[in-house]
């Protein structure tokens, strides 16, 4: 009966290990899933969430992985397969606890597509169902944003004045409260605006929303002082003056503003300051509208200098606004002859009038004869032409040319200065679209995508609207918004046939579909420009894409149709015919028929159109043939008989470099390793070019792998010593210092490795320092070796080789601890206090206890139970090892089974150390030196408790199973 209970027992503990060991899958795929989600690998994430809802419909889990599954597609931006779940969720799943912020989910996903009236209907139903959970302010919150973007400020007011008095305690009242304020203002309410801003700075003295709160505090005010109080004009300046104090995004414009306000109620002194303090922060600033303010903050300056009495700077100032030009411009140079004459200084006032004292309709011809002459004298003409003048033909001409004359020389940054002059300037609509379609252009050139959309999408003159939407479609596929690109080409191929665009819009279209890898379409998009186009030009071009499209999905044959088709008609333009050739050689090399790839690309060199560089090129690809059809021979004659000379001729020292290295690597592919030494030694001349290091790295690779570490040692430590590329550099040092080691030069491979640990941020430096501590424990410097491993435990928390340095150091404090002494005399021994290292390290082990790495865990909780049995703390130390045990299952957990039996046997409880002893026999069948030795102790124990008849059969067992091994003949001395 005994028999049978133990029997069970031990199945129990087996069973129970195994499915430790083992795991049930749905778990180990929803902790992949998490671990995944936490570490942001979202499209991991998804998979492993996916796998349970579809597979593992009855799991645990499943309530949270479709959950997870959720956020998962949510995060990677795959809304309309978030909502898809999301509705899945709602029509079967409505019960699972996460059901809330799902809903919650729903309606946000609606509000960031920009679907305002949904995200209305998903918030509603979030709110009826949940009206107090944690994300229900913050769905009221964006419901009333929702209305606000719909223009129904009524309501987005109701639901804003709502949160407060709700949810008094949500993050989100702050906001909310700024949010009514700003609401109030878009609605035309100032007054309410009013009261809500100012109740909002009283209340919120800290918020992020102050500098932006005081600035619309100032506009109001300003606004209100027209029609009402002039004593708001007061309040305006003060609240301008205070947004000004924050360091925010409208601070130029507070400064500017506070100015105007404190002019308007007459401080002189106070306006002089704020622009003062605005040219002195910003005029180095070249964003338009700051640039903008600080033209206007300039003249204004002036202006108050010139009433001063400080003239010298009014003049100054003056000049500072003609110099930046645009609509001040003429203003400033009014205001500047005024102040000259009264100065007596007349001619100087002339000079300054003189570009805009001409007759009108002269000057603008003048200008135009001068554009190409004098370009900046005709901008000159023109811009006094429009400035001076009222709105006419000839000033919406001058506009035209103006525009035009700017975006020819780049002055892109002027066609937005002038932009408010020339629009107020303009009288007809094509002037009005033509100054819109070059503020695109100009916004366009200056990687500003938004506003560059923006002014084309203003222009619906017939004669212009094809250009502006051409600029639309090529902006949005410049800012990367392929879709939108698409579309935009597209209604030009559709909408205007044979237009001036239709072939680059057809070639254009073929590109975005590459970039979004419709291949497809691509290639019917440029066989469309193929076969209705008219502008060579577009046609080769969509003839040279759709030839490397070819290429790329592995249609040789096509490739070669399309480039053998339209190299003759390219022949008057050899760039693009050496485009054919070149991807007619690499279909060719595609086919594997490489001694066409090699003629076709010997046609191209003999072009006279190439240079002596681009040759070096094409001769490069041939060698590369060669080497790939396994003709090393060849390779290195086109490398010594064409490229070398004309490198040399040319002194191209990078490309002699880059010839030495390859023939370097092809005498190496034949195992020829004294001509691979004589060109390395060719390169040691041109160690000015990094890649000389780079080849003579890759040789002393060569070296090491076949075994020839000191000549390795030598490549390395040449590289290292030399190399600007501090990563080469730093492979170097950690090579050579392992071809020394190799070469037994241990005393220069522990110089090498402290060099690379003294310089090096590589990833490499803990297990180096690993390295360098092992070294030391060999030579049995024992202090040596613990600074190495300090040092990895001080300063790599982070990486893997922590756990191994902490382990390290334990069984280094193991060592030097352990004593010859008698038990006895040890249990005489006073106790002793515990040693400062001691501490620490049990420090570094409980934190490497804690890893994710369950293998680094177990042996630091071993180690720990191993202090704490030494410290005589034995329950601490049983815990810690039965914590290994049910845990892991691996060496590691065998001799924590093994050590439990110990300190039970040490305390001398025979029958329960009998009994984990046991356990090691047979769950840890494989590591059979902790099983023979834990034989050995169970006899021991039976043989105590006179347990004579379990102590032979199990002695019988081990000579079984350990024939001849000194524990089974230790044991044998047990049972006689």
């Known amino acids: 009966m005994k028999r049978l209970i133990f029997v069970i027992t031990l199945l129990t503990s087996i069973l129970l290990i195994a499915k430790i060991a083992t795991g049930d899958q749905d778990e180990n795929i929803f902790k992949v899933g998490i671990g995944a989600f936490k570490d942001e690998l979202y499209m991991i994430s998804e998979a492993q969430f996916r796998i349970i809802v579809e597979q593992y419909p009855n799991s645990r889990y499943f309530n949270e992985a479709i959950y997870y599954l959720t956020l998962s597609q949510y995060k990677n931006k795959k809304y ?56 229900a302010p913050f769905a009221q919150y964006l419901m009333a944003s929702s209305y606000t973007s719909l223009s129904n400020y009524d309501r987005a007011i109701e639901l804003l004045k709502e949160i407060e ?70 309040q305006s300046a003060s609240y301008f003056q205070k947004a000004s104090e924050y360091n925010s995004s409208i601070k130029p414009f507070a400064l500017f503003n506070a100015g105007i306000s404190y002019l308007a109620i007459g401080k002189t002194e106070e306006a002089k300051s704020m622009f003062s303090n605005l040219i002195s922060e910003f005029s180095s600033y070249t964003q338009p509208e700051i640039k903008s303010t600080v033209i206007e903050g300039y003249l ?33 140079s009014i205001e500047l002859s005024s102040l000259l004459n009264s100065l007596n200084r007349s001619e100087e006032a002339i000079k300054v009038l003189e570009p805009f004292t001409n007759d009108t309709k002269v000057l603008f011809n003048y200008a135009l004869s001068l554009k190409n002459k004098d370009p900046n004298t005709a901008e000159s003409i023109l811009v006094s032409i429009i400035s001076n003048n009222d709105k006419s033909e000839i000033v919406d001409n001058s506009i035209v040319e103006l525009l035009k004359l700017l975006i020819s020389k780049g002055n892109y940054e002027k066609v937005i200065s002038y932009n408010r002059l020339l629009s107020e300037k303009a009288s007809s609509d094509y002037a009005k679209d033509f100054i819109y379609l070059m503020l695109g252009e100009a916004n366009l050139n200056l990687k500003d995508y938004k506003s560059a959309i923006s002014a084309y999408s203003m222009v619906k003159n017939e004669s212009l609207k094809e250009d502006a939407i051409e600029g639309i479609a090529y902006t949005h596929y410049l800012s990367e918004n392929y879709a939108l690109a698409i579309k935009f080409y597209s209604e030009l191929v559709n909408n205007y046939k044979q237009g001036k665009y239709t072939e680059r819009a057809y070639y254009m279209l073929g590109l975005c579909y590459e970039k979004i890898k419709d291949t497809d379409k691509a290639i019917s998009s440029h066989q469309q420009n193929l076969i209705y186009g008219k502008d060579t030009r577009y046609i080769l071009s969509s003839a040279i894409s759709l030839g490397w499209i070819y290429l790329k999905i592995g249609k040789f044959d096509d490739a070669i149709g399309i480039a053998s088709k339209y190299i003759d008609t390219a022949k008057d333009n050899p760039t693009i015919q050496i485009q054919l050739l070149e991807i007619l050689a690499w279909s060719y090399d595609g086919k594997k028929d490489y001694k066409k790839a090699i003629d076709t690309f010997l046609q191209i060199i003999k072009s006279e159109n190439l240079n002596d560089f681009q040759r070096i090129r094409y001769y490069n690809y041939i060698s590369l043939i060669h080497e790939k059809a396994g003709q090393y021979q060849d390779a290195i004659n086109t490398i010594t008989k064409n490229i070398i000379p004309i490198a040399l001729s040319n002194n191209y020292s990078n490309d002699y470099v880059e010839s030495l290295g390859r023939l370097t690597l092809l005498y190496i592919r034949q195992n020829d390793i004294n001509k691979a030494r004589q060109t390395i030694s060719s390169l040691i001349p041109y160690t000015n070019v990094q890649k000389t290091y780079e080849y003579i790295y890759r040789f002393g690779e060569y070296l090491y792998s076949i075994n020839q570490f000191d000549e390795a040692a030598q490549m390395f430590m040449t590289t290292a010593k030399g190399s600007s590329d501090t990563d080469l550099r730093d492979e170097a040092y950690y090579w050579g210092g392992w071809a020394f080691f190799n070469t037994q030069k241990v005393e220069d491979a522990v110089d090498v490795f402290n060099e690379f640990v003294k310089i090096s941020s590589s990833s490499k430096v803990p297990s180096v320092l690993i390295t360098l501590g092992d070294i030391m424990v060999n030579r049995g410097d024992y202090e040596k070796a613990k600074y190495y491993y300090n040092i990895v435990v001080n300063n790599y928390k982070d990486k893997p080789e922590y756990n191994t340095a902490v382990l390290k150091l334990s069984k280094l404090a193991s060592a030097s601890s352990k004593t010859t002494e008698t038990p006895k005399k040890v249990e005489e021994k006073k106790p002793e206090e515990k040693p400062k290292n001691i501490e620490s390290l049990i420090s570094s082990l409980e934190e490497v206890s804690k890893s994710k790495d369950k293998e680094s865990a177990s042996k630091a909780k071993f180690e720990l139970a191993m202090i704490y049995k030494s410290q005589g703390n034995y329950q601490k130390a049983i815990d810690l090892l039965q914590g290994i045990t049910e845990e892991v299952y691996n060496e590691t957990a065998a001799q924590a089974q093994f050590e439990i039996g110990e300190i039970l046997r040490t305390t001398g409880d025979y029958n329960k150390a009998w009994k984990e002893y046991i356990k090691v026999v047979y769950i840890y069948k494989d590591y059979k030196d902790i099983v023979v030795k834990a034989m050995y102790y169970t006899i021991y124990c039976y043989v105590q408790l006179k347990d004579y008849e379990n102590a032979k059969k199990l002695y019988e067992k081990m000579e079984r199973d350990f024939y001849k091994n000194p524990w089974t003949e230790k044991a044998k001395e047990l049972i006689k």
Request: glycine share 4%.
């Open 80 to 135: 309309d397969d978030t909502l898809k779940t999301i509705s899945l969720i709602k029509s079967k799943y409505s019960y699972i606890k996460y059901y809330p912020n799902v809903l919650f989910l729903e309606g946000k996903i609606y509000y960031e597509v920009g679907q305002y009236k949904q995200a209305i209907k998903s918030f509603e139903n979030y709110l009826k169902l949940f009206p107090i959970n944690e994300d």
């Open 165 to 234: 008095r709700r949810y008094p305690n949500s993050p989100i009242v702050e906001e909310s409260k700024f949010k009514l304020a700003e609401t109030y203002r878009l609605s035309g309410d100032l007054q309410n605006a009013l009261n809500e801003f100012q109740n909002f700075i009283t209340k919120f003295t800290n918020s992020k929303y102050l500098p932006d709160a005081h600035y619309n505090l100032g506009l109001i005010t300003f606004n209100l002082s027209k029609s009402t109080d002039t004593n708001y004009l007061q």
């Open 300 to 332: 204004n300056l002036a202006r108050i200098q010139k009433e001063l009495g400080n003239t010298n700077s009014a003049v100054s100032n003056y000049m500072n606004v003609i110099t930046y030009g645009g609509e001040n411009a003429i203003k400033a």
